[in-house]
């Protein structure tokens, strides 16, 4: 049985001690840590990497919302809150659970055997991975496995970096192709392609980078390019100097 390792955040304290008794009666779950507003739970979130955050959504200064936005990529989420309004929304970021205060024993045993489910079909391959953790001395890349918060105006999305197809520049934003999704996120092309893991995501060319696990058909273009298709149809040139590049990486 492994363990499971867990950050409660909160804001009121009393609600923190109540949780994390609760939490006592599953073996299979440590609290690791615990933060009362979502600045520290960042903090937390990133030095000790957990499995679970059992996260408050109305706290003052930020909202959990917002916390997940400035997370890199995000471990799997229970929200906590006293304010049923937000179900709608906690689900569509796909959270793990919802569940509202006083928490109920019952509830929580059901969101753990989620969680339990959820790790057991993914392999433990929901990890976070930030821009302080630093391996050898270098950053540690963000893989196909790793799942990010994407979040445009009032929409959020949790989504595997698997899924994303293709970021394109927009300015100081990239747009993210996903599914039928293509939210702005506040990230230069730049500073994705450093957190990429090179062997997936390719820089076609000055505005585009693709998923090579997502491209369906490679044609030649003008002037020694390639035109590259992907599923879903979307079509990105790569550039003479990168589609040397592209046919060093893809070929035997």
Known sequence: MSIKRAIVIDDERLARIELKKLLQ???????????????EGIEKIEQHNPDIVFLD????????????????????????T?????????????ALDYLLKPIDPKRLADAILKLNDVISASNNTAVIHTDHEVVNGAKH???????VFVKDGERCWFVSLGEIRLFESVGNY????????????????????????????????????????????????FN????????GG?????????????????SL
Request: proline share 2%.
């Open 25 to 39: 009666e599953f073996s299979d779950v440590e609290v690791v840590d615990e933060a009362s507003n979502a600045d």
């Open 57 to 80: 959504i109305n706290m003052p200064g930020k909202t959990g919302f917002e916390l997940l936005q400035e997370l890199d990529a995000a471990p799997h989420i229970i929200f906590t």
């Open 82 to 94: 006293a304010y049923d309004e937000y179900a709608v929304k906690a689900f569509e970021v796909n």
């Open 141 to 147: 890349l963000l893989g196909e496995k790793d799942q």
């Open 174 to 221: 990239a747009k993210v192709y996903f599914g039928n999704n293509k939210p702005l996120i506040l990230k230069s092309l730049n500073a994705l392609e450093e957190r990429l893991d090179e062997k997936i995501f390719f820089r076609a060319n000055r505005k585009h980078i693709v998923n090579l696990r997502m491209i369906e058909k490679v044609e030649s273009y």
């Open 224 to 231: 020694g390019g390639l035109m590259l298709e992907l599923k």
């Open 234 to 250: 979307d079509k990105v040139e790569v550039s003479r100097r990168q589609a040397v590049r592209f046919k060093e990486m893809t």
